[in-house]
């Protein structure tokens, strides 16, 4: 079945990156788009950005432009979200989504960042 | 992006329906069909509940359905079960190529 095993939790320092990897099994990873959403503590789900595999393109969230990477690695069945110049406001539960027409149907369990001097 | 809107809360007592609503604009959900629902317990990733207004995907509840109306959908869960107490968020797909998320809804069975 189709199933998302994302990496540990991580902590970092304001300015530092952090990059977390989404595991698919069950599918070929390529086959559909792939979200990335966050949730800061006890707030709510804010979307991130797609890619677009077959059109092998990215899309961002405005407000992350530019901080923000997605990339993957399709021997490793394996996708990427790497965040630069983090701040405490970054401290967030990050999540991979499967996007199958236009619908999240399959989530990673979630990989928690914290930002702390 | 603009978060869609949603009420804090919304309660009821088993057994009883209870309707979520989710507000946006013309360049979300009053031009598309793709909004969807996801149910999140706590410490637990999000659940998609219904897709494209009104779709249940294989394995939910048919207690669970969606309604759309202008630029604001809804999620109404009837049969309201201790099970059913969890967050729950609608998204859609917009003009800009970009997806929003609801402000959420904390559903409490009293």
């Known amino acids: 079945q189709v199933q998302f095993v994302q990496s540990g939790a991580e902590v970092k320092k304001p300015g530092a990156s952090v990059k977390v990897s989404c595991k698919a099994s069950g599918y070929s990873l390529i086959t559909y788009s792939l979200h990335w959403v966050r949730q800061a503590p006890g707030q709510r789900l804010e979307w991130l950005g797609w890619i677009h595999f077959a059109e092998d393109n990215t899309k961002y969230s405005q407000e992350l432009q530019g901080r923000l990477t997605f990339t993957w690695d399709t021997s490793a069945n394996t996708a990427y979200m790497e965040l630069s110049s983090l701040k405490s406001e970054d401290t967030a539960v990050y999540y991979c989504?499967?996007?199958?027409?236009?619908?999240?149907?399959?989530w990673g369990q979630g990989t928690l960042v914290t930002v702390s001097s | 992006q603009s978060a869609l809107t949603q009420p804090a809360s919304v309660s009821g007592s088993p057994g009883q329906s209870i309707t979520i609503s989710c507000t946006g604009t013309s360049s979300d959900i009053g031009v598309f069909d793709y909004v969807s629902w996801y149910q999140q317990h706590p410490g637990k990733a999000p659940k998609l509940m219904i897709y494209?207004?009104?779709n249940r995907p294989s394995g939910v509840s048919n207690r669970f359905s969606g309604s759309k109306s202008g630029n604001t959908a809804a999620l109404t869960i009837s049969g309201l079960q201790a099970e059913d107490e969890a967050d729950y968020y609608c998204?859609?797909?917009?003009?800009?190529?970009?997806?929003?998320f609801g402000t959420g809804t904390k559903v409490t069975v009293l």
């Open positions: 989504a499967r996007s199958n027409n236009l619908k999240l149907d399959f």
């Open positions: 494209e207004v009104n």
């Open positions: 998204c859609s797909y917009t003009t800009s190529t970009i997806y929003a």
